[in-house]
């Protein structure tokens, strides 16, 4: 495995834990913050995971910083951006076990000095499974509130911009149901 899956499982779990802080009652930090990281993997997966940390420091990606006899590890602005790329990335829509008959539509009005951003929310809206029924309405059989929301946030549009709707009917949607498998 590369540095850069180290990297990436790093941001994502400094993202989730906030800021990491490990008691350094020596020198060493960086040893207790790979050991505390990588419990039970091999020594060549601890190098990696060291690697790993300095690639993310050197990148300033991260900033560690000793206080008293604690070392804090948090995300840096840059950071937080590469993770944010990253969870987009990793974003899927969960298929549960029973559909619930509801149709979630995502409309968007994304001004064309934006085309960029329109084109990367509809080019990820493709890669999530949503079908389209013309260039800026696409619709999706199961809940995608809060995969949406985050793709928003990441775009930095707002709900203006992109607009979910859930319906309970959609006229003569043999053909959804067909593309969907339902």
């Known amino acids: 495995m590369k540095i850069k899956y180290y990297s ?3 941001l994502k779990y400094l993202l ?12 060493y930090f960086p040893l207790y913050v790979i050991k505390s990281i990588s419990r039970r993997r091999s020594k060549k997966d ?3 995971t060291k690697n790993a940390f300095a690639y993310l420091k050197r990148k300033g990606w991260i900033d560690v910083r000793r206080s008293g006899h604690d070392i804090e590890i948090r995300l840096t602005r840059e950071g937080k951006e590469r993770v944010g790329k990253y969870q987009i990335d990793d974003l899927f829509i969960p298929r549960p076990r029973k559909w619930d008959h509801r149709w979630r539509i995502v409309t968007f009005d994304i001004p064309i000095k934006s085309s960029f951003v329109r084109n990367v929310f509809r ?3 493709k890669e999530l499974g949503f079908y389209s029924l013309q260039k800026s309405v ?4 199961f809940e995608c509130q809060e995969e949406i929301t985050l793709l928003r946030d990441f775009l930095g549009v707002d709900t203006k911009q992109i607009r979910v709707i859930e319906a309970v009917r959609i006229e003569d ?5 067909d593309a969907f498998q339902l």
């Open 138 to 141: 696409w619709i999706h059989p």
């Open 173 to 177: 949607d043999r053909f959804l149901r």
């Open 16 to 27: 989730a834990a906030g800021i990491l802080t490990i008691a350094a009652s020596s020198p």
């Open 8 to 10: 990436k499982e790093i």
């Open 46 to 48: 601890k190098q990696k």
């Open 123 to 125: 080019r990820k809206l």
